[in-house]
């Protein structure tokens, strides 16, 4: 199967959705348990914690934290945004910078300014997009960011997509009610899907789509802890309560250049690896041996793969022993958990 091909599907009676590329499972989506990124609330400031300076919150789906908190008492209520998935028994990260996201269009209600995506460099599309932005944001004082996707689409889509989404910055930031409430709901895998992977693709709306074009099978794989590499290597990513240990295996290579053709595999396959996966936090590489002048080499390549994906991921770099550390955003549930 080539090419590019979105499946909207379910899984376990939870919707799902997968991005197949060239026949590979590039992102899978999946309905979780636990509140989605970008669900807002009316939140009820609980209590500090003076040590990691945050506070945790009271929300109708349970405790949640913010951090960096300051000027904030509790019994106060405050407009957060879920901005991740909690590791297990952890209460919900949530961030007081609210975003409201589609498809073309990003407002953001602390952040005034109209922006388009810096990826269309056309001038005149730039003015085209500059006029829509200008038209649909005029009088409202909330910043505005037109994504990368309004390169060639239609303008009145644009412009009601810009529309739909001040109107519901205004309806939220505008709320004055008593109690801790769910003021927008995140977005389903299905709606995540039209969002956020924009590119050319088929699409299969068809139910059995997972199964007749190799998704559960590309589950399977994900929900164990080996991954192929191209060249014959194998990455073993093993997730832990403190952090996610990822080794580096060159298989049956036993050249001289085996263990640097393993690392460069690795480096180009670890974002998609943790990313169907759904796991993020800290990360550590065991890497194969090489030498330390190809390093550079490794952190380049494994840069280049990041800058990508679609969550944020710091590069933190080598350890004493020669491992390589990552922090990465928990931006999807864990999927070990969800398909158990």
Known sequence: MKGRTIILDHIQDREAAALMVDGKLE???IESDAPAPGTIYRA?????????GGMFLTTPDGPAFLRQVKGLAPGQMILV?????AEPGKAIPVTQKLLFKSRYAIVTPEAPGLNISRSIRDEDERDRLLEIAHEEMDGSGYGLILRSACAGADSGDIAEDV?????????VMQDDGSGAEVLAEGDTPHLLAWRDWVEPADVERDPGGFERLGVLDALDMAQGIREPLPGGGFLFIEPTRALVAVDVNTGSDVSLAAGVK???AAARALPRALRVRG???????DLAPMPKKDRRGFETALRAAFKADSEETVLAGWTTLGHY?????RGRPLLQEVLK
Do not use: H, T, W
């Open 27 to 29: 992102d899978f989506l």
């Open 44 to 52: 009820r400031a609980d209590r500090p914690v003076k040590g990691q």
């Open 81 to 85: 945004q879920v901005s991740g998935y």
């Open 163 to 171: 529309a739909a989404m001040a109107a519901m910055a205004a309806q």
């Open 262 to 264: 393993a690392n460069m």
């Open 279 to 285: 796991l993020g936090g800290q990360i550590v590489l």
């Open 325 to 329: 550390e990552l922090q990465r955003k």
